[in-house]
């Protein structure tokens, strides 16, 4: 299967947009499900950091710890599951659009089971294509209200 992939244009700046959705700490602010999120260690937003994420799935809470294997500043970031029955794979692509005064925002999100995770690949799958979107146009929202 091929990864579920959105995109969005935000008025704001390339700059402002990378900043803010690329920072996992910012997650519980755009995404409803992330609840909340920790840095492992002294790490930062660097490649090789890595950070834990809780997510309320259903009526249930999970956590699990991802990677930033990417971050090319401005343009791309990219992150994914080390752990779990269940991994991610999500990246962040912002592109400018009218000389930077505003941005395009392509993410791109997959997942990989282990072990018995294989068998719930298509459900997770099923629920991210459905509350992924919600979550962009928060982000949308979020930025667009600072300006």
């Given at each position: 299967?091929?990864?579920?992939?959105?995109?969005?244009?935000?008025?704001?700046p390339p700059d402002?947009?990378?900043?803010?959705?690329?920072?996992?700490?910012?997650?519980?602010?755009?995404?409803?499900?992330?609840?909340?999120?920790?840095?492992?260690?002294?790490?930062?937003?660097?490649?090789?950091?890595?950070?834990?994420?809780?997510?309320?799935?259903?009526?249930?809470?999970?956590?699990?710890?991802?990677?930033?294997?990417?971050?090319?500043?401005?343009?791309?970031?990219?992150?994914?599951?080390?752990?779990?029955?269940?991994?991610?794979?999500?990246?962040?692509?912002?592109?400018?659009?009218?000389?930077?005064?505003?941005?395009?925002?392509?993410?791109?999100?997959?997942?990989?089971?282990?072990?018995?995770?294989?068998?719930?690949?298509?459900?997770?799958?099923?629920?991210?294509?459905?509350?992924?979107?919600?979550?962009?146009?928060?982000?949308?929202?979020?930025?667009?209200?600072?300006?």
């Amino acid at each position: 299967m091929s990864a579920l992939t959105n995109t969005i244009e935000i008025d704001r700046p390339p700059d402002e947009v990378f900043a803010y959705a690329s920072d996992p700490l910012h997650f519980p602010e755009w995404q409803p499900d992330v609840l909340e999120v920790h840095f492992e260690g002294a790490g930062g937003g660097e490649v090789g950091s890595r950070f834990t994420t809780t997510r309320r799935i259903g009526p249930d809470e999970y956590t699990m710890t991802q990677e930033i294997t990417e971050v090319e500043p401005s343009h791309r970031f990219a992150a994914q599951g080390v752990d779990g029955p269940i991994r991610p794979h999500a990246s962040i692509d912002v592109e400018p659009l009218d000389g930077g005064a505003r941005s395009r925002v392509t993410f791109e999100l997959d997942f990989e089971g282990e072990g018995f995770g294989k068998a719930f690949v298509p459900a997770v799958r099923e629920l991210a294509a459905r509350g992924a979107p919600a979550s962009y146009r928060r982000l949308k929202e979020r930025l667009e209200a600072r300006g």
